[in-house]
């Protein structure tokens, strides 16, 4: 079974950086469009970044821009979430999805792994 296995979440003070990785264990996720979403307790999962298959088009949600860089290494099939100037509202858990379009997987419908957790201290 194809999975998704995310990997640097922990506990960062505001105004520092983290970055996230996810690897594929597939190479057929080369040719997908991949991303993140995160989910805050007691809020619905939200769209964060999301990157097409060849690392030509990048789009994120307006709370991250400025802020997160989404990239991708289609040799290894690991994609990269480079946060910077974390606030306490990006505490949430962040996963990685991919899907064969940015079109669906912005709207939640692709696969999924497990999550990282995330917790930015003021």
């Known amino acids: 079974q194809a999975q998704l296995v995310e990997s640097g979440g922990g506990l960062v003070q505001a105004g520092g950086p983290l970055r996230l990785s996810c690897a594929a264990s597939?190479?057929?996720?080369?040719?997908?469009?991949m991303g993140w979403f995160r989910q805050a307790p007691g809020k619905e999962r939200e769209f964060v970044a999301g990157?097409?298959?060849?690392?030509?088009?990048?789009y994120y949600a307006d709370s991250v821009k400025g802020r997160f860089t989404i990239s991708r290494d289609n040799a290894n099939i690991t994609i990269y979430l480079q946060m910077n100037n974390l606030k306490p509202e990006d505490t949430a858990v962040y996963f990685c999805?991919?899907?064969?379009?940015?079109?669906?997987?912005?709207?939640?419908?692709?696969?999924w792994g497990q999550g990282t957790q995330v917790t930015v201290s003021s």
């Open positions: 999805t991919a899907d064969v379009a940015i079109a669906t997987l912005r709207l939640g419908l692709g696969s």
């Open positions: 597939e190479r057929t996720f080369s040719r997908y469009a």
């Open positions: 990157i097409t298959w060849n690392g030509g088009d990048t």
